[in-house]
Nanobody, 122 residues
Framework: QVQLVESGGGLVQAGGSLRLSCAAS????????MAWYRQAPGKERELVAN???????NYADSVKGRFTISRDNAKNTVYLQMNSLEPEDTAVYYC????????????????WGQGTQVTVSS
């Protein structure tokens, strides 16, 4: 079964740091873009950052300079280093990836992780 498994969420004080990890597992033959999204209570889901296999990255304006997305392609894993956290960063963070599977031919299929809670206290 193909899965995106997230870890690293938790409770931190404002100004602190967390590092999220997301590992893809299953019959995977290729991975294209990997990304982090977040959704706060009562708000729409938003893109936080994404990264291509070659290392190109994009960030939401609200996290530029504070968050860093990176990948370990050999481990099928994407990370989100979050520094200088603010209460406004409190949300459920979701991993997202386009995966090529051995049974899916030439097509990439989009998958979501289950989400991990990040809470930043003032």
């Amino acid at each position: 079964q193909v899965q995106l498994v997230e870890s690293g969420g938790g409770l931190v004080q404002a100004g602190g740091s967390l590092r999220l990890s997301c590992a893809a597992s299953g019959s995977i033959s290729g991975i294209n873009t990997m990304a982090w999204y977040r959704q706060a209570p009562g708000k729409e889901r938003e893109l936080v950052a994404n990264a291509t296999p070659g290392g190109n990255t994009n960030y939401a304006d609200s996290v530029k300079g504070r968050f860093t997305i990176s990948r370990d392609n050999a481990k099928n894993t994407v990370y989100l280093q979050m520094n200088s956290l603010e209460p406004e960063d409190t949300a459920v963070y979701y991993c997202n990836a386009d995966l090529k599977l051995y049974w899916s031919g030439r097509n990439y299929l989009n998958y979501w992780g289950q989400g991990t809670q990040v809470t930043v206290s003032s």
